[in-house]
């Protein structure tokens, strides 16, 4: 394996009955980059990530991460690996404090499972590691407020500061801009840029503006087969991707 390769995806497949939501699919991240997926509704996007994120079996196919074939492991025992995920719809508990959602992604819980929950808001370890990734992404002051009273962008920050107390190796990324304002998806391009320093990101975004902005690479998806990857100017200038887009413009 080169070193810098964090995540290998080779040849998935998964159909629904007859339909090829991933039809043979291979990519790969490297340390330091952004790689953006991107393609029309319904391509196949989300089911490629859940299926890198251990949530969905593929039908064939492997995902290697850090060097390890992890296919057969949950997705807890994946982000315990250094896996992160931040999530299209939020999993934040709304009416637990920004801290207490903080505490239960690093004891690698999101969701509503709880049984650990008291005991972990003593541990002064955990205390720690949520703290630090609070203060990373500019929560810290925010500490006891209430999740259901953070802003949208908040919300999404407080997501990332999540993942980030399992000191992740990579982040897998679906659509985080969704629903920001300008302003937001500005600051949120600004931070991705500095993360990903830290750990490579695979992205799903249809904000093609933040997109061309932050990629290093961008793979195209498009009924469960990648059409091209490249750089940004690869992508732009590719005549297969160009058809794809206006073939979905067309039929909108
Ligand atoms: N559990 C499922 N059962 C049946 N079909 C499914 C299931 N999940 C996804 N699909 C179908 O697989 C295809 C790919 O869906 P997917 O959500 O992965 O696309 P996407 O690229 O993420 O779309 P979008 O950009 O709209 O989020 C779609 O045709 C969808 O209807």
Redesign the pocket.
Known sequence: MPDDLILDVRDLHKS??A?K?SDGISLDLKAGEIHALI????????????QIAGG?KPDRGTVHFMGRDVSGLSVAKRAQAGLGRTF?ISALAMDYTVMENAVLGAIGQSGRTFSFFRPAMKDRRLLERAGAALERVGLADHASTITSELSHGQRRQLEVAVALTLSPRAFLMD?PMAGMGAEGSQELTAFLRELKQQAPILL?E?DMDAVFALADRISV?VY?KIIATGSVDEIRANPDVKTAYLGEEDAA
């Open positions: 629904f009955g339909l939501a393609g029309p509704n319904g391509a196949g996007k989300s089911t490629l990530i859940k969905l299209q659509e799903v249809h998806l469960g």
